[in-house]
């Protein structure tokens, strides 16, 4: 299996270490552009919220975010698990797309959270 993640938060990558099997791939990307092209053949899409966001507390980054996925060729069908903000990071609104969303993680995301992600696909 294929894995990406896209965060900026060094203790979430660590959160990953041994929690995919030894066969998979986990790729992490601190951009999500990046992430978008290894899309291509990726089983599950993991996305730290805050990672997508250009302003602090301005959800217009992960909207970008949301319409490049969708409208990218590669990554458009593959499942993304969004990892939300902390419970008291306060964005100015939150936008919703139906169906784009296959699972939503709430913080703190532990190495058994990860390990039992790892068994949707």
């Known amino acids: 299996m294929k894995f990406v993640l896209v965060t900026k938060d060094a203790d ?7 929690a995919f099997q030894p066969d998979d791939e986990l790729l992490i990307f601190d951009r999500w552009q990046d992430a978008l092209e290894a899309g291509e053949d990726t089983d599950l899409m993991f996305v730290d919220l805050l990672a997508t966001l250009e ?19 590669k990554a458009n069908l593959t ?36 390990r039992r992600a790892s068994t949707w696909v």
């Open 12 to 18: 979430l990558v660590k959160s990953t270490e041994g």
């Open 79 to 114: 499942p993304l698990v969004l990892i939300a903000a902390p419970d008291d990071y306060e964005l100015d609104f939150m936008a919703g797309y139906p169906n784009f969303v296959f699972a939503h993680l709430r913080r703190p995301v532990t190495y058994k959270i990860f």
């Open 55 to 73: 302003k602090p507390h301005k959800i217009a980054g992960y909207e970008k975010f949301a319409e490049g996925k969708m409208d990218h060729p």
